[in-house]
């Protein structure tokens, strides 16, 4: 798709692009000019808050299934009991995204959400105990996000003009990976002092900013004349079909399942902290692997005004894969812990440009009416991508070794990215 082709698609309600606002050596820096809309801004600083108390429940909930089991499968079982219903849910609610009102769809989701996290917050505070309580409890909070985050992801389109994406999707990636890593970091400090209730009931809070936030925006209707439909499986496949007839978008996704699925060794970490990198200590080197890859993307965010501003999109992506592949491959053949920190690190600013392009490529290269399964399927993406991971690099760790099945990992993708690239066209001419 040509320039010419994603301006009309994208030609909405956004505001007026401006021009860069900096030059020199601060044109390293965040590009902030999304933040000047008052929209957007209500809306991302609204994910500053959400973005550390959700993942304090993240935390609370697998160390409350496993204080009451004392088993790590049920911690498993845990999270597959909330994947299922994203998956549907996230395909579902990108087609309902595409019917009704986003601003609406977005407020009664995130309402459903923080009801969640007050029922957890009771179930916790009355010690009821319940595996299977929590596990439904997650199972509903995961269809809630499910429906809320394509909405979510589609209104950005709205609510700034599309020169901006990238900044505006590096803005929001930022705060969402410093929430991975201050989250955690949090909940770990907080449970010996306050307990596991509480910390359902802040993220419950944190969520009221949400809802706030959004009952702020605008209304976010269908555009134009668009008919009005009912969100089936005939809209959810009209939605794949759509994927299939855009080579670009579909090398989008097709980038982020190779670099994910064959790139992402997270189930390994445990290992390697126990075996190639004990001599610095287990838990400190446990600590250090989990948090490389956020570490960073954080970095990258910080410093994306490098970046934000370019217009091959499509290169940025394939540029960005093949780096991340690149990174890994040499974090799985360094012994170093610290050498592997800054591999991991490396690895997060490739996944962090990879992030912004991937989402502006999804934003602009699609009309509005289809944006919202557009992103109901890059949720199923980037959710799914990292779990097959886990089962693949569990898989080939106990063949190859751990830190062979990783340096391999990294060959693969970036063999597959160039492979990709070079059979299909349409990634490496799109731009805006």
């Not at 499509?314 to 053949?333: D, E, H, P, S, Y």
């Not at 898989?395 to 059979?423: C, K, Q, Y």
């Amino acid at each position: 798709m040509n320039t010419s082709e994603s301006s009309t698609e994208t030609g909405d309600d956004a505001p007026a692009a401006e021009p860069p606002p900096h030059r020199g050596w601060r044109r390293w820096a965040m590009d902030t000019r999304p933040l000047r809309i008052p929209a957007y801004r209500r809306l991302w600083s609204s994910t500053i808050v959400t973005s550390v108390g959700s993942q304090l429940t993240a935390v609370a909930v697998p160390k409350q299934i496993y204080d009451i089991t004392h088993s790590s499968a049920w911690v498993g079982y845990a999270s597959l009991a909330g994947l299922v219903p994203m998956v549907l849910f996230a395909l579902w609610g990108g087609a309902v995204a595409d019917t009704v009102d986003r601003r609406k769809l977005l407020l009664w989701t995130n309402i459903g959400i923080a009801v969640t996290s007050l029922l957890f917050w009771a179930q916790a505070a009355t010690k009821l105990d319940s595996v299977v309580v929590l596990m439904v409890l997650l199972a509903l909070q995961q269809a809630f996000f499910g429906l809320n985050a394509p909405a979510r992801n589609a209104s950005i389109a709205r609510l700034v003009p599309a020169a901006e994406l990238p900044a505006a999707n590096a803005l929001s990636s930022t705060v969402m990976q410093t929430g991975l890593v201050a989250g955690p970091l949090l909940a770990g400090v907080l449970i010996p002092v306050i307990g596991l209730p509480e910390l359902y009931l802040i993220d419950a809070l944190a969520l009221c900013v949400t809802v706030w936030a959004v009952f702020r925006l605008p209304a976010l209707p269908p555009l134009g004349d668009a008919p009005t439909r009912r969100a089936g499986v005939r809209e959810i496949a009209e939605g794949f079909r759509y994927i299939s007839r855009h080579k670009v978008l579909l090398l989008s996704f097709l980038a982020d399942i190779v670099a994910m699925v064959f790139g992402m060794p997270r189930a390994l970490f445990p290992q390697l902290a126990a075996q190639t990198y004990h001599a610095w200590g287990e838990g400190l080197a446990l600590g250090v692997l989990f948090a490389g890859i956020p570490v960073g993307a954080v970095l990258g965010g910080l410093f994306s005004g490098a970046f934000s501003r370019a217009r091959r999109h499509g290169w940025m992506v394939i540029g960005a894969v093949v780096a991340w592949g690149a990174a890994i491959a040499c974090f799985g053949l360094s012994g170093n812990l610290w050498l592997a920190l800054a591999f991991l690190a490396a690895a997060g600013v490739a996944d962090m440009v990879s992030m912004v392009f991937r989402g502006a490529i999804l934003l602009s290269a699609a009309t509005d009416e289809m944006r919202g399964r557009m992103q109901g399927v890059f949720t199923v993406v980037v959710a799914g991508g990292p779990r097959l991971a886990d089962v693949l690099h569990g898989t080939a760790g106990a063949v190859f070794g751990p830190r062979g099945a990783v340096a391999g990992g990294g060959v693969l993708v970036v063999v597959l990215m160039l492979a990709l690239a070079a059979a299909v066209p349409a990634l490496r001419r799109y731009r805006i």
